[in-house]
């Protein structure tokens, strides 16, 4: 029996049985005890699992680690691990035909797409003082509808992807920067500058993937040419946006309003200490907050969370 210990933050949607695997649950932030490090035999851990190196390097029966995620990067230093440990992941490659379906965040921005163009958090939030049929008022309004809107989406991958054939059934039309991508669909047009999408789009999505080079991309240099009447979204990753640069064109109502679903650093108390972002909130009712929950449902984790054991199986045996 293989003892696999998964992290606590990691919420096992269906008891997993197993004649070759026994989980224990463990918060990685806790030093194990010197007499567990024998027996432990594979680790399960997100993106965000914090656990000591030296700590890995003492369990000489480790024989995987799995990172749920789709790519390798994690907390972990891959580099400093013995070879005979395997990573596994959700390789997008190998698991294409999972993958393909799992759409919660595509499906997650049309919904932001909605709120921000009818405002509705600003009617959420003012839900007791509205009186809409004495006191109507034109900024209530989107100054078009979605279908004939521009999105602008920064990234073609699955999720760029997917998200691009939603807005097009909503009648959007669609420009997309991906300079290494070649889009073979007639209906997108492929933008060659990061500029020009900024200045044609009504909604702008950041869906790219996670590389170093793409650190604070999305800043003052790009925000500047986005349109007043414009919205800005990023469920892809914090580190993408500088954030700070993004709350200042709010604050001075450069544009009508944003959705962020990830930070730089996932910590309550360092994003609301920032104060740029207080004021942000303050001035825009309608700059919406979400904490990382685009890719959140039971139907999606289930279906990973099988495959996770399948692979891990595999590796088993």
């Given at each position: 029996m293989n003892r696999v210990y998964y992290s606590n933050n990691i919420h096992l949607i269906e008891n997993f049985n197993s004649k070759k695997i026994k989980l224990i649950k463990k918060n990685f932030s806790l030093k194990f005890k010197n007499n567990q490090f024998s027996n432990i035999d594979g680790l399960i851990v997100t993106p965000f699992t914090k656990i000591d190196i030296s700590e890995i390097l003492k369990m000489k029966n480790l024989k995987f680690i799995f990172i749920m995620g789709l790519h390798k990067i994690s907390k972990i230093d891959h580099?400093?691990?013995?070879?005979?440990?395997?990573?596994?992941?959700?390789?997008?490659?190998?698991?294409?035909?999972?993958?393909?379906?799992?759409?919660?965040?595509?499906?997650?921005?049309?919904?932001?797409?909605?709120?921000?163009?009818?405002?509705?958090?600003?009617?959420?939030?003012?839900?007791?003082?509205?009186?809409?049929?004495s006191n109507f008022d034109k900024t209530y309004f989107f100054n078009k509808m979605i279908s004939g809107s521009v999105l602008g989406i920064i990234g073609y991958g699955r999720i760029g992807k997917k998200l691009s054939e939603y807005a097009l059934k909503f009648g959007m039309k669609v420009i997309v920067y991906a300079p290494k991508k070649i889009i073979r669909n007639k209906n997108i047009i492929q933008i060659s500058r990061l500029s020009s999408l900024a200045k044609n789009a009504d909604f702008i999505s950041n869906n790219v993937n996670s590389k170093k080079d793409n650190h604070h991309f999305l800043n003052k240099n790009f925000f500047k040419y986005m349109k007043k009447n414009s919205f800005f979204i990023n469920t892809a990753k914090g580190d993408h946006v500088?954030?700070?640069?993004?709350?200042?064109?709010?604050?001075?109502?450069?544009?009508?309003?944003?959705?962020?679903?990830?930070?730089?650093e996932e910590d309550e108390k360092v994003i609301f200490n920032n104060k740029y972002l207080q004021k942000a909130i303050k001035v825009n009712q309608n700059f919406i907050l979400t904490p990382h929950i685009a890719g959140a449902t039971i139907s999606d984790r289930f279906t990973l969370q099988k495959r996770m054991f399948y692979l891990i199986n595999n590796l088993l045996k």
């Amino acid at each position: 029996m293989n003892r696999v210990y998964y992290s606590n933050n990691i919420h096992l949607i269906e008891n997993f049985n197993s004649k070759k695997i026994k989980l224990i649950k463990k918060n990685f932030s806790l030093k194990f005890k010197n007499n567990q490090f024998s027996n432990i035999d594979g680790l399960i851990v997100t993106p965000f699992t914090k656990i000591d190196i030296s700590e890995i390097l003492k369990m000489k029966n480790l024989k995987f680690i799995f990172i749920m995620g789709l790519h390798k990067i994690s907390k972990i230093d891959h580099t400093k691990l013995p070879k005979k440990i395997k990573i596994l992941y959700f390789d997008k490659k190998k698991n294409y035909n999972i993958l393909k379906n799992i759409t919660p965040t595509p499906e997650f921005i049309v919904g932001l797409i909605l709120i921000l163009a009818r405002n509705l958090n600003f009617f959420y939030l003012n839900k007791k003082k509205l009186n809409i049929y004495s006191n109507f008022d034109k900024t209530y309004f989107f100054n078009k509808m979605i279908s004939g809107s521009v999105l602008g989406i920064i990234g073609y991958g699955r999720i760029g992807k997917k998200l691009s054939e939603y807005a097009l059934k909503f009648g959007m039309k669609v420009i997309v920067y991906a300079p290494k991508k070649i889009i073979r669909n007639k209906n997108i047009i492929q933008i060659s500058r990061l500029s020009s999408l900024a200045k044609n789009a009504d909604f702008i999505s950041n869906n790219v993937n996670s590389k170093k080079d793409n650190h604070h991309f999305l800043n003052k240099n790009f925000f500047k040419y986005m349109k007043k009447n414009s919205f800005f979204i990023n469920t892809a990753k914090g580190d993408h946006v500088n954030i700070d640069d993004l709350c200042k064109i709010i604050i001075k109502k450069k544009i009508l309003g944003a959705a962020i679903d990830v930070y730089s650093e996932e910590d309550e108390k360092v994003i609301f200490n920032n104060k740029y972002l207080q004021k942000a909130i303050k001035v825009n009712q309608n700059f919406i907050l979400t904490p990382h929950i685009a890719g959140a449902t039971i139907s999606d984790r289930f279906t990973l969370q099988k495959r996770m054991f399948y692979l891990i199986n595999n590796l088993l045996k």
